[in-house]
């Protein structure tokens, strides 16, 4: 190849130039970083049961839909319209905790449905339960509350298709802060899930027109609340809920 000889030739001449400055050896930078310490608790080496959480903040951004819909982000849980499916077993299989309350449903066994904005992080337990799981088989699910905010804050949430679909909305509010005088704080939270579906609405009239506005009931309406009376943060008594 004459033609890229002549123009090689130049190149490594200037790179293997004694003095130059291009191949001068540059100072090499070490720098340390600090340590990172991670704790958690320990737990017993010798049990067989695993624990995966998921932490609601980090999936508040996601379409979910239901309480339902944030289980079925961990591996090996299905939502389905009969229930919930962990490890593959039969809906109703698992059972639905909170502070110690089974939250199933006696005739079905169905997981009530909690808003997803009076909840800190989800737990699910599988494996070889230990006794302080009792009475399922698939699994348990644990739903951790929100604390009490020391200071009275609030958050509100709307999802909706915008009308080019279903008539899909799902509205949520959240009020938290301390009770005055007392060392107690209140968590209130509700979620409307309301859904006109793509089945024919065999219902009345139940709409109304005001200020160009449409207001009222749809073919699906579903509403879930939660109230919470707990002890503020490094405090300990009863809690009601």
Do not use: C
């Amino acid at each position: 190849m004459p033609s890229v000889a002549p123009l090689l030739f130049p190149i490594l001449l200037a790179t293997t130039a004694p003095g130059d400055s291009a191949v001068a050896p540059q100072p090499r930078i070490v720098r340390e970083l600090p340590p990172i310490e991670v704790r958690a608790k320990l737990i017993d080496p010798r049990s067989s049961q695993t624990l995966r959480t998921t932490e609601i903040g980090a999936v508040r951004g996601l379409p979910l839909q239901n309480l339902d819909d944030a289980w079925s982000l961990q591996a090996g849980v299905v939502a389905s319209p009969s229930g919930l499916t962990v490890r593959g077993g039969r809906p109703g299989a698992s059972s639905l905790w909170m502070d110690g309350i089974p939250l199933d449903e006696p005739i079905r066994h169905r997981a009530m449905d909690v808003p997803l904005l009076a909840l800190s992080q989800l737990e699910l337990t599988t494996g070889a339960l230990e006794a302080a799981h009792g009475a399922t088989l698939a699994g348990t699910l644990r739903l951790v509350p929100l604390p009490p905010a020391a200071f009275w804050t609030g958050r509100t949430s709307w999802s909706s298709d915008a009308r080019t679909g279903t008539h899909h909305d799902r509205v949520g509010a959240l009020a938290s802060g301390p009770v005055p005088r007392t060392r107690y704080g209140l968590v209130a939270a509700a979620e409307a899930l309301l859904d006109d579906t793509h089945l024919p609405n065999a219902r009345g009239r139940s709409r109304r027109d005001l200020l160009g506005s449409s207001f009222g009931w749809r073919a699906d309406n579903r509403m879930s609340g939660s109230l919470r009376l707990a002890p503020l943060a490094g405090g300990r008594g009863p809690v009601l809920q």
